[in-house]
């Protein structure tokens, strides 16, 4: 029998439907194929036959439920990425050609028990930002058809917004995976350059792509990241993941970036404006720190994508196709490639030493902030508009999306909210490569306290989501008990290595606190003490300090002083400071104070 089609919500949910028996793999795919074959959106390119579909379907049947994490997960392909005996056309019926095997990526998904379901409509071999540039139609808005989806990577976020499938693959150059999320209500996730292998892709400047993942939340793209991304030598720009570092999107207390008030552009879009500040004012009271940072380097980086030379990598991407059928691609994609030929490699070079200048100040934010908040675009056009004008306003909606892969930075576009008139709005939260997993835990917070329906579905989000942790931090936690507390004199010797304050709290009960001799005493000595002897909780700050910083910081500490596990109040064990103990012989006992503040006062104040 024949499921009629639900639209698709996240995954954790599909997955409740197929381990209660009211929905099987088969079911599933049988009802999207018959859904999708009427597409007035024009969404998909190509669409696997339904016996292929049942195929994939049977071969996840087969098998455990509980040994694939994407048992049956239905997704879409972004068109210019591989998959096994389907055209991959990138938007140009001249240019398709069939792969006998699929993208690195796409492979990984399927091993895991997903399902692809077909090939997603995109601008012309990924170059432009609203969904308009191709061959099989214009990709049309999930909440009004009158409007741009955004692309590149177009029918990829209208496939997942529609709830044809719970995710989508798509290509990230300028913005290509984060402007069609925010206008179709969806996470548009980013990742580090070379976390995810681009291997079966092809490229629009293969130096500055990334594949990207639509979802309906956050906490499924860290589930997609745990599956899809590792390190692959056939792609020559592939790299190890990194430990994360400080996880400010699990932080009470983080700082936000957000650009100076003149270098936000809305272009007459007052609806955006209003959302965006309402934006801001929402991450402050999930306990963000908002602080107005110089936009215009990422600015002067964003130009440079367009008006540098990285034009020319588009050109090499397909420069031999281009020479022989340059009359197959359309305008403006064709002319905007062949201003490639105007350059030269001295050009190339003179862009790589500006970026270069341009990338040392950007990062300079990074000593004032854990991330930054922006717009995902200050504006959406309706589809004739974009027509009518499409060199301008396309530029207008990479503002704040062209910079980040230049810089090296990634990023996750997030909903945040409805126009008057019914149109999604989103902010992107972007911070340097390897801070994947704190933005994708921000967003997550963010979905949760500030629950929108899942795309264009009406579906909820559910409440109950869990984020999964997925790498290490690249972190370590250490407890001080004296002169290295917030405020205090060596608290510096933190700071200057980028710690950072992750609670004040007490150690357990065991524990006595000493003033050692020397004048000014500014040293207390911590000793934990054995089960027959009265201790006390002592007040100690926890601060999270990057791994490579903790050999420097250690050799900084004098004798008696040194480095050991101390016991904390909800029975956590971390690095802290200890004392030998003959250092306790001639110094004074001053646990009954409850830690080295109070002796201070009192100090203060005899």
């Not at 194929?33 to 959106?41: C, E, F, G, L, T």
């Not at 492979?107 to 071999?125: H, S, Y």
């Not at 993941?241 to 957000?258: C, S, V």
């Not at 250092?583 to 004074?588: D, G, H, L, T, V």
Request: net charge negative; aromatic share 10%.
């Amino acid at each position: 029998m024949m499921h009629k089609f639900l639209p698709l919500g996240d995954m954790p949910s599909l997955l409740r439907r197929y381990a209660s028996g009211e929905l099987s793999p088969t079911q599933m795919v049988e009802a999207i194929h018959a859904d999708i074959q009427n597409d007035p959106d024009h969404v998909w390119i190509s669409v696997l036959p339904l016996e292929s579909l049942r195929d994939y379907a049977r071969k996840v049947e087969a098998q455990d439920m509980t040994s694939l994490p994407l048992y049956g997960v239905p997704f879409a392909i972004k068109d210019n990425i591989d998959l096994a005996d389907i055209p991959t056309t990138a938007a140009c019926p001249a240019f398709a050609y069939t792969p006998s095997r699929s993208a690195v990526v796409v492979q990984k998904l399927i091993d895991a028990g997903a399902i692809p379901i077909g090939k997603t409509n995109l601008d012309q071999f990924a170059t432009g930002l609203n969904g308009t540039r191709s061959p099989y139609g214009a990709c049309r808005n999930a909440f009004n058809p009158e409007y741009i989806s955004g692309g590149s990577s177009s029918g990829s976020a209208v496939a997942v917004a529609k709830g044809q499938v719970c995710f989508s693959l798509g290509t990230d150059t300028a913005g290509s995976g984060r402007i069609p999320a925010a206008f179709n209500n969806l996470i548009g996730y980013k990742p580090t350059k070379g976390w995810l292998s681009a291997h079966g892709m092809v490229t629009a400047c293969r130096s500055l792509d990334t594949v990207s993942v639509f979802a309906h939340t956050a906490a499924d793209a860290a589930r997609l990241l745990t599956i899809s991304a590792a390190y692959d030598t056939a792609d020559i720009y592939s790299r190890e993941r990194e430990g994360h570092g400080f996880d400010f999107g699990a932080a009470p207390h983080f700082r936000f970036g957000i650009p100076r008030q003149q270098q936000l552009k809305f272009f007459d879009n007052h609806e955006s404006e209003r959302l965006f500040n309402d934006a801001v004012a929402r991450m402050q009271a999930l306990g963000g720190e908002a602080i107005e940072i110089d936009f215009e380097p990422f600015l002067e980086a964003a130009r440079l994508l367009y008006e540098g030379p990285w034009v020319a990598e588009r050109y090499a991407a397909i420069q031999s196709f281009f020479e022989l059928h340059g009359d197959q691609i359309i305008a403006p994609v064709r002319e905007i490639i062949a201003t490639a030929k105007q350059r030269s490699a001295a050009d190339a070079f003179n862009g790589i030493y500006q970026l270069r200048s341009i990338k040392q100040q950007a990062d300079q934010v990074w000593t004032q902030v854990d991330c930054l908040l922006a717009p995902t675009a200050g504006t959406i056009y309706p589809i004739h508009a974009m027509q009518q004008d499409p060199i301008r306003l396309n530029t207008n909606l990479g503002y704040y999306t062209n910079f980040m892969n230049l810089l090296d930075y990634a990023a996750v576009a997030v909903p945040a909210g409805f126009q008057r008139d019914g149109l999604p709005f989103g902010i992107t939260l972007a911070a340097p490569a390897h801070q994947d997993e704190p933005l994708l835990h921000l967003a997550h917070r963010w979905q949760q306290a500030y629950s929108l329906p899942l795309g264009a579905t009406g579906i909820a989000l559910s409440p109950s989501t869990l984020f999964p942790i997925a790498s290490r931090s690249g972190q370590i936690r250490i407890a001080v008990c004296g002169a290295h507390l917030s405020g205090l004199p060596l608290n510096e010797q933190l700071t200057s290595r980028h710690g950072r304050l992750v609670t004040s709290t007490t150690t357990s009960s065991d524990y006595k606190l000493y003033a050692l001799p020397g004048h000014p005493p500014l040293r207390p000595g911590l000793i934990r003490v054995s089960k027959n002897e009265q201790g006390v909780a002592i007040e100690v700050e926890v601060w999270e300090l990057p791994v490579r910083e903790l050999g420097s910081f250690v050799a900084s500490i004098p004798a008696p002083l040194g480095i050991g596990s101390i016991t904390l109040a909800n029975n956590e064990t971390v690095l802290g400071f200890l004392c030998e103990y003959y250092a306790i012989n001639n110094a004074k006992d001053i646990s009954h104070l409850g830690g080295w503040r109070n002796y201070l006062r009192q100090l203060d104040n005899p």
